[in-house]
């Protein structure tokens, strides 16, 4: 349970989410500490077709995960507290992590790195188009999609090194959905029912979008290792509702702008 900073009276536009800050700038910087790297050196024992949908596969994924979240924090600037935009930084930090594990995982299947793709233009696209928080939810968006597919390929994919990339993804992802969860919770206490229900609506179509885009491009490698498009739904769907469920119990002590947070806050 961690004891929430206080918080002056006078606070920036979108302060509301600072409180939490503190607390994820130093889960960031813990967890980047004593990571085990995956023993790359160990021999690849996978088929050949299969080394070759799953390295196309990843490489498309590995795209997606790059950037260095220049436009975002260009948005947030003025509109978040330092500590806001520290924990921002580190989780950009880590999503860049992933993409150096995943490159390391296409060169051990023997594939190639790509440059771009349209899922990739897509999704940069979309994320833009909105301002701050919305890129923020689309980041979010891209958490539950990857945390469907690295499960699927952990489950049906019996390789040590890639499993081991697997396991650290998978671990910051719960962690980065956890720190969205965060920032929205705090945000719904300001919110009237209506924008709370609207907010949802747009969200769970972004996030079916989302899902359909991503089986276009990875459907044929899932489909390879035994999974359906009604797996991949089903289990983007749980991380959704799961999410929304920790939403709506936000509760509706005001702890907003110009207010004392006291109150002890559980983490998520």
Request: proline share 3%; charged share 25%; with cysteine.
């Amino acid at each position: 349970m961690e004891t929430t900073r206080q918080r002056p009276a006078a606070c920036p536009r979108f302060g509301v989410q600072s409180y939490i800050s503190g607390k994820w700038l130093r889960h960031f910087h813990i967890n980047c500490l004593n990571r085990l790297e995956p023993e790359w050196s160990r021999p690849c024992l996978l088929p050949g077709d299969l080394r070759e949908a799953l390295s196309i596969s990843l490489s498309h994924f590995q795209l997606g995960e790059t950037g260095s979240g220049s436009c975002l924090f260009r948005e947030a600037a003025g509109k978040c507290d330092p500590d806001d935009i520290g924990a921002l930084e580190l989780f950009v930090k880590e999503e860049g992590e992933h993409a150096r594990l995943l490159a390391r995982l296409v060169e051990r299947l023997g594939g190639r790195l790509i440059r771009r793709h349209w899922t990739h233009r897509l999704f940069k696209l979309v994320r833009q188009a909105g301002g701050f928080h919305f890129e923020i939810q689309a980041l979010l968006t891209g958490e539950i999609v990857g945390t469907a597919y690295y499960q699927m390929i952990h489950e049906a994919v019996q390789d040590e090194p890639l499993n081991a990339a697997l396991n650290l993804m998978l671990s910051d992802e719960a962690s980065h959905i956890a720190f969205h969860l965060d920032r929205q919770k705090a945000r719904w206490r300001e919110w009237l029912p209506l924008e709370r229900s609207a907010w949802e609506l747009q969200f769970q179509l972004i996030v079916l979008f989302a899902l359909r885009a991503a089986w276009l491009d990875h459907g044929p490698c899932l489909h390879r290792l035994g999974f359906t498009w009604s797996d991949f739904r089903a289990r983007a769907l749980r991380t959704t509702i799961g999410f929304l469920d920790g939403v709506r119990s936000a509760g509706t002590v005001r702890q907003g702008c110009g207010a004392t947070v006291g109150a002890a806050v559980t983490s998520s």
